[in-house]
């Protein structure tokens, strides 16, 4: 008996001794400037921006996992590579002491729940009655991923939209729809210098950001950079390929004008509040609802939206009023012409039905579910029994269709 | 019925105890009592064989704490109290409390999550002790106003002080065997190899635990005011302990009735 015992001791010993002698040690503990411990930073070389430098967050507020430990295992328990998913965004981004508040509201956003698409679908698909409310219970893209809930117009949903919104895990699916999504990160990060080995959070939210999602309907944000997404067939060819631009996910796209805001250097952040983006604590069904800055607030409108707040950027220098974009530079405001714009015959047109001569029209717009093929439900991450195809008839850069909406004269487009 | 106590458990209580606190003694240098989780942290992660040190100290503590509620329950049933008399047994009983509260200062001296938790609740509830509260909380705890330095003091004083005072008082002290503590060595060494001790970083959870075995208390804080979850309900079994003689069916029910109710809620803490 002793002797098995004095075996297993020496068995022991020689196990912790080999093991420390595999081990990797810290050199030093290491702490951030306000002398919080954040082991990770004995291993981890990343570096983000100077917001959250490593001096100063480390790993651990953001990623999670265990910041006492540097054994591989251990201080990777728990760990998240996104930590602006909004399943854990209450814990990382919008713990009190980073971004709080935040989180809720987003959630409450139309980029998180996808209202306004999901009623709209429904309503033209005959699914809801015209009596019936604007707001119902378990219409939002999270409820809906939770309960698996699904019709004729939330299977279109869940197959062509279903990758349009913050709740979308990034990287989930290949190709160009891994860069979508990932709550706050699908507007607030961008590439990073590759010596850095961490891409960068930033508030200039750059176009390219907002038109992952915002490039089909009315097309406003391709228009806005000057694409108009034509029929092509990818012509000119050029030695036998397509010489026509593509867009990411194999559109063709023609070059046009760009707005004149986006000549200036404006991106859609800098006009578009953060009440509108990231929501204002409210709940909205439909976009129309949401947005409230107008071409009013800054032109000739003393800086306040259509609902009375004032715009952060717009401000009075020297006695004119500037708006300062999200990259510091000033752009001095016209105000609109006392003739044309404010002529008593023009009361009722909107700024659009002049200063939108052409815009995008996508015709005849069609689709097709074949039952006997299956497609990838991007709400549920698999495939379900039934294909949806799109078609359309035409797509025309041209002249829009006025319409009158209340007392208003506005520009009408098909998309 | 006679019973008789099992030399292994009562050698083994010594072998462990002393084991503890000489890697107790050992893990003290590296510490700095000023930075604890620093400290902590360093002797985990930088100090060679540090974190080993540290899972031998705190599985021979969590030893010599088990053994000891065995060795007790093994007393009761040999009706030891009956051949001592009563201040004697008084102080044998006492090196319960003392040796809980030696272990739990080791758990507020790292200053992670459940150590502030832990220190923080200590020191609440001392200072709604009446009369005494004050100095009990200047002697032990007091980690609002000076961190754990007391704490931590206590913890080496009491370990120490029980060990020595008990192993030349209860036992002999120089006649634990070596095989004995190379047995107990080997098996806190075996769990440390596999179990690493936990470590868990300051958080802003709402939701935090103390140690395991102060799980059950800090339950029922959540349901009776604090001098009889913190004071009333630990007294209890204390006190059953020291008068045992007196009425010792009684008693036992009652201890085995304390007992129950707190393993009941504690499994109701652990599961928060």
């Not at chain 1, 039905?353 to 439900?377: I, K, M, N, S, Y």
């Not at chain 2, 004995?180 to 190899?193: G, I, N, P, R």
Request: hydrophobic residues 40%.
């Amino acid at each position: 008996m002793k002797r098995y015992l004095l075996f297993l001791g020496i068995l022991v010993l020689a196990l912790v001794i080999g093991r420390e002698a595999l081990r990797h040690r810290a050199p030093k503990v290491y702490t951030t400037t306000s002398g919080r411990i954040e082991m990770c930073l004995a291993c981890h070389e990343e570096k983000p921006e100077k917001a959250h430098a490593r001096e100063v967050v480390g790993c651990s507020p953001c990623h999670l996992g265990d910041p006492l430990r540097i054994d591989r295992q251990l201080a990777h328990r728990g760990i998240i590579k996104n930590p602006a998913d909004l399943r854990v965004v209450e814990k990382t981004c919008g713990q009190p002491a980073c971004h709080p508040g935040y989180p809720e509201r987003v959630k409450k956003s139309l980029m998180a729940t996808n209202r306004g698409i999901i009623d709209t679908l429904r309503r033209y698909w005959g699914e809801v009655p015209a009596h019936a409310p604007a707001k119902r219970p378990g219409e939002t893209v999270r409820e809906l991923m939770l309960s698996g809930e699904t019709s004729l117009a939330l299977d279109y949903f869940r197959k062509l939209c279903g990758t349009c919104h913050l709740w979308l895990e990034k990287g989930k699916y290949p190709g160009f729809l891994g860069e979508k999504g990932g709550g706050c990160v699908a507007c607030h990060l961008v590439p990073g210098e590759k010596a850095k080995k961490h891409p960068v959070l930033t508030r200039r939210i750059p176009v390219e950001n907002c038109t992952r999602c915002h490039n089909r309907s009315g097309r406003i944000g391709l228009t806005y950079q000057g694409l108009y997404e034509d029929e092509g067939y990818g012509a000119p060819l050029v030695e036998g390929e397509f010489g026509a631009e593509t867009l990411e996910d194999g559109r063709f796209v023609d070059l046009i004008p760009p707005d004149l805001h986006y000549k200036a250097g404006l991106t859609c952040a800098d006009c578009h509040l953060p009440e509108e983006t990231m929501g204002d604590e409210k709940e909205y069904v439909h976009f129309e609802e949401s947005v409230e800055v107008t071409c009013e607030t800054c032109h000739g409108g003393q800086g306040l939206t259509r609902k009375g707040r004032r715009h952060p950027k717009v401000m009075e220098k020297e006695g004119r009023l500037v708006l300062k974009d999200n990259a510091g530079k000033e752009h001095p405001l016209k105000a609109p012409d006392p003739v044309k714009c404010r002529h008593e015959v023009h009361r009722r047109l909107s700024c659009q039905a002049c200063h939108a001569p052409r815009v995008p029209q996508c015709f005849g717009c069609h689709v097709r579910r074949d039952p006997r093929e299956t497609q990838l439900d991007k709400l549920a991450g698999r495939e379900t029994a039934g294909a949806w195809e799109e078609f359309r008839s035409y797509m025309r850069y041209e002249t829009p269709t006025l319409g009158v909406k209340g007392d208003e004269v506005l520009i009408i487009v098909p998309g | 019925m006679s019973y008789r106590l099992r030399p292994w458990v009562s050698w083994g209580l010594a072998a462990s105890f002393l084991l503890a606190v000489v890697s107790g003694l050992l893990a003290s240098y590296p510490f700095h009592e000023a930075f604890p989780l620093i400290s902590t942290v360093g002797i985990e992660t930088v100090l060679p064989f540090g974190s080993f040190l540290r899972a031998f100290h705190f599985y021979t503590g969590q030893l010599t704490f088990l053994l000891l509620v065995w060795h007790l329950v093994e007393a009761l049933l040999n009706h030891a109290e009956r051949r001592r008399p009563l201040w004697r047994w008084s102080l044998l009983v006492s090196t319960f409390p003392l040796v809980t509260l030696a272990l739990f200062t080791g758990y507020i001296v790292r200053g992670d999550q459940t150590g502030l938790a832990a220190g923080q609740i200590a020191e609440h509830l001392a200072l709604r002790l009446p009369l005494i509260g004050l100095v009990l909380n200047r002697l032990l705890f007091a980690v609002a106003e000076e961190g754990v330095h007391r704490a931590f003091m206590a913890h080496i004083y009491l370990s120490v002080g029980v060990l020595v005072i008990s192993g030349l008082w209860h036992f002999r002290l120089r006649a634990v065997r070596l095989e004995d503590l190379a047995v107990w060595a080997t098996l806190a060494a075996a769990v440390s190899l596999v179990l690493p001790v936990s470590l868990e970083a300051p958080s802003f959870e709402t939701l935090i635990k103390g140690p395991w075995f102060f799980l059950g208390i800090q339950e029922l804080l959540r349901h009776l005011p604090p001098w009889l979850a913190g004071l009333v309900f630990p007294s209890i079994p204390v006190l059953s302990l020291v008068f045992f003689r007196l009425a010792p069916r009684g008693l036992a029910l009652v201890l085995v009735l304390w007992t129950g109710t707190y393993v009941i809620l504690t499994a109701l803490g652990a599961l928060r």
